[in-house]
């Protein structure tokens, strides 16, 4: 059984950080390119960064420069560290894998930043 489950989230005052966790189960972890997106509200979910399984990294231009994306493979969990944050960056933050034509999401954490 496939699972992502991301962790992490949680309300934070502007400029202050967070660091998610996506722990994966039930697939070839390592051959698998992750991603997390977000979604706020009344808004696409858009794709914030992503890890292929050599551990090349691409991010948005929203979050370049803030956000830190790595894996680890033996453990099989992808982290998001989160520095900066920004209102603009509430939203629920989700764990994606893919590969060979499958994919998954997780159940999605949320994140709010606000004074």
């Known amino acids: 059984q496939v699972q992502l489950v991301e962790s992490g989230g949680g309300l934070v005052q502007p400029g202050e950080s967070l660091r998610l966790s996506c722990e994966a189960s039930g697939f070839a972890f390592s051959l698998y390119t992750m991603a997390w997106y977000r979604q706020a509200p009344g808004k696409q979910r858009e794709v914030v960064a992503k890890i292929d399984g050599g551990g090349g990294t691409n991010y948005a231009d929203s979050v370049s420069g803030r956000f830190t994306i790595s894996r680890d493979n033996d453990r099989q969990m992808v982290l998001l560290q989160m520095n900066s944050l920004k209102p603009e960056d509430t939203a629920v933050y989700y764990c994606?894998?893919?590969?060979?034509?499958?994919?998954?999401w997780g159940q999605g954490t949320q994140v709010t930043v606000s004074s």
């Open positions: 994606y894998a893919y590969f060979g034509g499958y994919d998954y």
